[in-house]
Each structure stands twice: as C-alpha cells, then as structure tokens.
C-alpha cells in the first residue's frame, strides 16, 4: 500500500506586506529607501508603503508622499524608533509587516525568499543580511560593518529591518515605546517565551547608510548601546530570561579595566623604578597585542581581509569605554528619576 506524499504548507496566497519606514531628517537616504521599495520582486504579494515621519524638518514627509508612501506624522515629547513603528505597523493592513529603516536600500528578493519561511507556523520574525552600503568611506563604517554579520539560522534577536507577522506583533503589543534603543531584543525576548522562532536566513537583505564619519558620532552611538545594555539588563534581572545581563556585566568589567589603564600607569610611574615601570609596561603591551590577536582570530569568518579584522578587534576593546559611559549614565538617569531623550549620532543628509 503506497502512502500518500506529504504536502508541504503553500506559500502566503495574494499576501499584502506592509512596508514601514521609520525616518527622521533622513533627506536623500529616505528617497532611496523608498525607490528600492518600488523596485522590489512583488510579483507574489501585493503591497503597501507606510512611512512614519519623527517631526522631520527637511521635507522627507512631503517626499515621502509624491513617492505613494502614506504619510503618519509623529511628534512625541521623547521620539524613538519603537514609537514610529508601532504608529507604522497598527495603521498597516498587511499580515506581514516589513519594517525598514529610512537609511537603508531594499534588495528586490528579499521579501520573496522571506515570505517562504513563514511556512513554518512557528516562525514570526525572518530577518536576513545587512551590510553597509559604502564600507570605504570611513575608518567608522569599514569596522561596524562587521557588526551587522550574523550567522544564519535561529537567532534570539533581530535589528531594524526584518520582515514579522502582524498577529505576532498584535499578540505582544508591539515593541516598547519607552525604550529609545534596544527595543527590537526586548521584543524578540517576548516573542520567543510565546514559542516562536525568530529565523536569520542567508540572503541579502539591506544595505545601509550608517554615515559614522567622525569619533564623535562613533562615541555616541557607543554609548546610546551601552544605555540599551543597562536599561534593558535592570529590567530583566530577576526574570527566567535575563536579556544581557551577560553582555552589561562583561562591558562593566571591560570598559572600567580600560578606563583605570592609564591612571595605573601613571601610578606606576610614581611608585615604581624605571627599570620596574618598562618591564610592566611591556607585559601590557604583550598582553594588549595577545588579545587584539585573539579578537581578531575569532572573527575571521565575518571578513577575508586581514587590515579589518584588525581594525576590528580594536574596535571591539575600545569601543567598551563609551558603552560603559552609557551604561552608567542611563543608571543615573534611573536613580534621579530622569528619562534620557533619543540619542542621535547621524547628521541630516540635507533637505528635500
């Protein structure tokens, strides 16, 4: 007796994706962002363009609205990513909710290959890869371009852009509206205790324009990490789930060793004879080169070119210091009783 073949689950029928684009004074990025929308493979969906504008002052709105988008204006006393895109998602119609950011460029097969996940009743978020859009034009951007570099397969979070289930996003409530970072791990946290998957394929997804061009901008947006580290670690303390606290203790251990470094040194100077103070000045700069060898090793995989997987190994010590800064601020913050507003580190493209 032959056994009937088994049937895998169709693909999503005359599926509407909604497209939420969140911006602030985005200018020329927004405009692009909007273009790659158009030009992506929608020939197995039907779509729409939602974009959510933080009380822009550079006519984004009004380009945002001769492009087709539909245009939702928010102008909160303390704006953040999260308030935008909740605005974007429950005026959306779509069952799937593709949420971009206005910075980056849509690949035209992302969604397709995406929506094919959503095969799997379990899988909620689908999320592939974002790289950045002009890696040469700073030392910046050619180093936190790594950063975007996930393996493929379950993940705990997403960034920004991913493509979700509306009924997910309705049975969570969507994300925090009182945090200005970190608002995606905290509600993939609350997505996952639900059961679902959060899924990281191996396509290409978005390229970005992260415009880090300064190490002022690159100390802010540091620190703005280090505020999403300590505000969502406290939170989740005693939970079953303790989201970074891991990550918050590490750059609290980290940062402050890198901080007293050169206060001990100069103590040594003091204290020590010469002869003393050069030798342990050279243990240091032993075990300083060991571990950028050892950092730069370990994230072989995410580069074949040898200078940026130095580069960012540096990058990834150094930049403990601001995120420790952070971190402490935001522990301030919550002892006197204060909300931080949103911290921006990216200078406006120019007006429309």
Same mark, same amino acid.
């Given at each position: 007796?032959? $056994?009937?073949?088994?049937?895998?689950?169709?693909?999503?029928?005359?599926?509407?994706? =909604?497209?939420?684009?969140?911006g602030?004074?985005?200018?020329?990025?927004?405009?692009?962002?909007l273009? =790659?929308?158009? !030009?992506?493979? !929608?020939?197995?969906?039907a $779509?729409?363009?939602?974009?959510? *504008?933080?009380?822009?002052?550079?006519?984004?709105?009004?380009?945002?609205?001769?492009? @087709?988008?539909?245009v939702?204006?928010?102008?909160p006393?303390?704006?953040?990513?999260?308030?935008?895109?909740?605005a974007?998602?429950?005026?959306?119609r779509?069952q799937?909710?593709?949420?971009? +950011?206005?910075? $980056?460029? #849509?690949?035209?097969?992302?969604?397709?290959?995406?929506?094919?996940?959503?095969? *799997?009743p379990?899988?909620?978020?689908?999320? @592939?890869?974002?790289?950045?859009?002009?890696?040469a034009q700073s030392?910046?951007v050619?180093?936190?371009d790594?950063d975007?570099?996930?393996?493929?397969?379950?993940?705990?979070? &997403?960034?920004g852009?991913?493509l979700?289930?509306?009924?997910?996003?309705?049975?969570?409530?969507?994300?925090?509206?009182?945090?200005?970072?970190?608002?995606?791990?905290?509600? &993939?946290?609350r997505?996952?205790?639900?059961?679902?998957?959060?899924?990281?394929?191996?396509?290409?997804? $978005?390229?970005? *324009?992260?415009?880090?061009?300064?190490? %002022?901008?690159?100390?802010?947006?540091?620190?703005?990490?280090?505020?999403a580290?300590?505000?969502?670690?406290?939170?989740?303390?005693?939970?079953? *789930?303790?989201?970074?606290?891991?990550?918050?203790?590490?750059?609290?251990?980290?940062?402050?060793?890198?901080?007293?470094?050169?206060?001990?040194?100069?103590?040594?100077?003091?204290?020590?004879?010469?002869?003393?103070?050069?030798?342990? &000045?050279?243990? #240091?700069?032993?075990?300083?080169?060991?571990l950028?060898?050892?950092s730069?090793?370990? &994230?072989?995989?995410?580069? +074949?070119?040898?200078?940026t997987?130095?580069?960012?190994?540096?990058h990834?010590?150094?930049?403990?210091v601001?995120?420790?800064? @952070?971190?402490? !601020?935001? %522990?301030l +913050?919550?002892?006197? @009783?204060r909300?931080?507003?949103?911290?921006?580190?990216?200078?406006s =493209?120019?007006?429309?």
């Amino acid at each position: 007796m032959k $056994t009937a073949p088994s049937v895998e689950p169709p693909l999503p029928a005359a599926a509407l994706v =909604s497209v939420v684009v969140i911006g602030r004074n985005e200018g020329k990025r927004l405009t692009a962002c909007l273009k =790659s929308i158009h !030009a992506m493979n !929608a020939d197995l969906f039907a $779509t729409e363009i939602i974009y959510v *504008d933080s009380d822009s002052s550079d006519g984004s709105p009004q380009a945002a609205a001769s492009m @087709g988008a539909r245009v939702i204006r928010v102008k909160p006393e303390r704006p953040s990513a999260a308030l935008g895109r909740n605005a974007g998602w429950r005026a959306a119609r779509g069952q799937y909710i593709l949420f971009l +950011d206005g910075d $980056t460029l #849509l690949h035209p097969e992302f969604v397709r290959r995406a929506l094919a996940q959503f095969r *799997d009743p379990e899988a909620a978020i689908v999320w @592939g890869h974002r790289r950045e859009l002009a890696p040469a034009q700073s030392i910046y951007v050619r180093v936190l371009d790594l950063d975007w570099v996930y393996p493929a397969g379950d993940s705990e979070f &997403c960034g920004g852009d991913a493509l979700v289930r509306r009924d997910v996003l309705e049975r969570v409530d969507g994300f925090d509206q009182s945090l200005i970072a970190g608002e995606e791990p905290e509600m &993939c946290r609350r997505i996952r205790a639900h059961g679902y998957r959060i899924v990281h394929i191996d396509a290409p997804m $978005t390229r970005h *324009d992260l415009a880090v061009n300064t190490f %002022r901008a690159y100390w802010r947006r540091a620190f703005r990490a280090g505020h999403a580290y300590a505000e969502i670690a406290s939170r989740f303390r005693a939970g079953p *789930d303790p989201l970074w606290q891991a990550e918050a203790r590490r750059n609290l251990i980290h940062g402050g060793l890198l901080l007293s470094a050169p206060f001990l040194l100069l103590l040594g100077a003091v204290i020590l004879r010469p002869a003393a103070l050069l030798l342990a &000045c050279a243990l #240091l700069s032993g075990l300083g080169l060991s571990l950028l060898a050892r950092s730069a090793r370990r &994230c072989a995989w995410k580069s +074949d070119d040898a200078i940026t997987r130095w580069f960012y190994a540096a990058h990834s010590h150094l930049q403990q210091v601001p995120i420790l800064f @952070g971190q402490l !601020a935001q %522990r301030l +913050d919550a002892r006197n @009783g204060r909300q931080r507003r949103l911290i921006e580190y990216k200078p406006s =493209s120019g007006s429309l």
